[in-house]
């Protein structure tokens, strides 16, 4: 799953699953490459141009540029069955059984398997404009920059902290959660076994970060990449030749 095309050319953004990844080239063109069982990596032939792309364990879900959203592949019934009225979209989160979308009218629609609540959008949630699924709940942020978290919570990973405020972005990680602040302060919140949510005190303001299973990465606004949790494997250890984008 680690062999990228040689062919592949420039792209413009990449989700990864457990098993497979997925990029969208310079020209939206969308190419998934790994492991190819439950069909997770079987592109649709007329999918056509996509904007963004969201890849989990068994299947991955693609926004085209006229907003339609298209899943496929997937190992339980609705995996990748989009809701015939779902109409097109701004954005999509695939999760380990489910998938989550915002439509343009801010409306958050979730579908597949869910039996933790991870279904069970709040109601009266209001426009959102963004959502990150994990393997059992899903966090939204609504216009105003408020959290929202629901789904299965045995480890804390929706206990949005009271005092959190706004924030700019999130990402549901498997057990844990974290959340970039409109201060760019980074917070995570769930369960912190191997040190995921114990945020270096360093580490500064951060632009983006993304939730594993045991550890965390976020890029700090200097562009460097912060990676902190569990070692084993290598996954914290950033490469040397990783350069920040800009200086700090």
Known sequence: MDDVPADLGPVVAVSTGTYHTC???A?????????????????????????????????????????QLVCFGGHLPGHSDVPADMGPVLAVSAGRHHTCAVKTDGQLVCFGSGSQGNLNVPANLGPVMAVSV???????????????????DDDGKCD??????????????AYHTCAVKTSFQLICFGRNDAGQCDVPSDVGPVVAVSAGVHHTCAVRMDGRLVCFG???????????????ATSA
């Open 23 to 25: 990029a969208i080239r």
């Open 134 to 152: 994990g393997t059992r709940h899903a966090c939204a942020v609504m216009t105003d920059g408020k959290l929202v978290c629901f789904g299965l």
């Open 230 to 244: 569990s070692e084993e494997y290598g996954r914290c250890d950033v490469p040397g030749d990783v350069q920040p």
């Open 27 to 67: 020209d939206g063109q969308l190419i998934c490459f790994g492991l190819e069982d439950y069909g997770r990596c079987e592109v649709p032939e007329d999918l056509g141009p996509v904007q963004a792309v969201s890849a989990n364990l068994y299947h991955t879900c693609a926004v085209r540029t006229d907003g």
């Open 160 to 173: 949005v902290p009271e005092d959190l405020g706004p924030v700019l972005t999130v990402s549901a990680g």
